[in-house]
């Protein structure tokens, strides 16, 4: 797969996470890509009677929450990515994920997206029911700890929550196309942003800078300080016309942001100048559903509609893009809904239309 379609500008070597010019230099010349050589398996699967939306890793790593179509919410164990011996339960050579707390009807529609504060103690889930339930946790024991918190300001699907800090979260959809911050302690809303014309699929932040993407092809930077927009990023390319953005990452250093579109086409930009860097389709001409950086920056997790997910090593797009940037990792049967790296190893989690969440583990690491 010919993953380079657009490189046009540099980008410094601080973006990189190299120390001077004369490292990043000396890594042009191999731009480390080892961890493309990376075998990846399934190690745990979950399955449910519908589609599986969203799926995050609790801050520490041990747990995972899982959000699907049948409006259930699950939190399940990951035990088996730090067990030395793992006991093999299923045909397919892969363990059942162990569910330790459950939700049968946890929203009144499907749960689209999940996401744990900083902290770990809470988790949030929105829904095609208009509403986000913010869930007080206790994740040494498993159980909810306090009273849930409804929010119902939407006016539409909510598709997509972030937590801003371990009290304020981030919250978007369709309806109304707005972004919505709010005090999840308080329970109340502090603040709508308003200037996108369709639905918001995506949103993430880094200190004061709040960014959303939206269907209507733009991504908007806004200052949470003072509440306004401060830049607004087109993502139409070439002759490719304007596309709907579905996903947002930022890396670790907060100045590189990967946006997935629903055209296929992945994009690299420089947040604090608002330039396009390059343009990569780690898949088929369908939505690129989600993306993530890793920890180590030079790498992005990406899943899509055509049911495949790949690793990009952002590095070889920037500095190479000449040489093949990206390896396909493997396959579900459906649409790939959700990516998450866990938090501390070399492992991820992804989400299908095929009914199954699966834990992703590497056969043989690098170091990061």
């Known amino acids: 797969m010919n993953s380079m379609v657009y490189s046009k500008f540099g980008c410094s070597h601080v973006m990189l996470g190299y120390k001077d010019k004369a490292s990043r230099k000396r890594a042009q010349k191999v731009a480390d890509s080892s961890m493309l050589k990376v ?28 959000g699907s179509n049948s409006k259930a919410l699950r939190v399940c164990s990951c035990h088996m990515l730090s067990d030395s011996v793992q006991t093999l339960v299923r045909e397919d050579g892969c363990q059942d994920l162990p569910v330790l707390f459950k939700r049968n009807r946890h ?45 119902s300001f939407h006016k539409g699907t909510v598709r997509d929550i972030h937590f801003h800090d371990d ?3 981030l919250s978007v959809g369709g309806g109304d196309n ?8 308080k329970g109340v809303e502090l603040f709508a ?46 002759t490719q016309g304007k596309s709907g953005i579905s996903s947002l990452s930022l890396n670790n250093f907060g100045n590189l942001l990967c946006a997935s579109r629903d055209d ?51 590095e070889q797009v920037l500095l190479n893009p000449e040489v093949n940037s990206t390896e396909i990792l493997g396959t579900h049967r459906d649409k790939v809904t959700n990516v998450a790296w866990h938090p501390t190893k ?14 992703w583990t590497a056969k043989d690491g690098v170091d990061d």
Request: aromatic share 8%; with cysteine; hydrophobic share 35%.
């Open 193 to 238: 942003y308003s200037g996108h014309t369709a639905t918001i699929h995506t949103v993430t932040s880094h200190r004061d800078t709040l960014i959303s993407g939206s269907e209507d092809g733009t991504i908007r930077l806004w200052d949470r300080r003072n509440n306004t927009c401060t830049r607004v990023i087109g993502a139409a390319l070439g």
């Open 264 to 314: 296929g086409l992945c994009m690299l930009y420089d947040i604090e100048m608002g330039k396009l860097l390059a343009a990569f389709s780690p898949h088929t001409p369908v939505t690129c559903k989600s993306v993530q950086f890793y920890r180590n920056p030079r790498y992005i997790l990406s899943g899509s509609y055509d049911g495949t997910i790949a690793l990009t090593c952002a």
């Open 39 to 66: 075998k990846f398996s399934p190690t745990a699967v979950l399955e449910d009677v519908q589609p599986i939306r969203s799926a995050a890793f609790h801050p520490r790593g041990e747990l995972i929450a899982i």
């Open 346 to 359: 070399q492992a991820f989690a992804t989400c299908s239309a095929d009914r199954t969440v699966c834990l």
């Open 178 to 185: 707005l972004l919505h911050l709010s005090d999840v302690e």
């Open 107 to 151: 929203h009144r529609g499907s749960v689209y997206t999940v996401a744990w504060n900083p902290a770990g103690n809470v988790i949030a889930t929105g829904s095609n029911d208009k509403s986000v339930i913010v869930v007080g946790f206790d994740a040494d024991n498993c159980i909810s700890s306090t009273a849930d918190r409804e929010f």
């Open 167 to 169: 009290k304020t979260m």
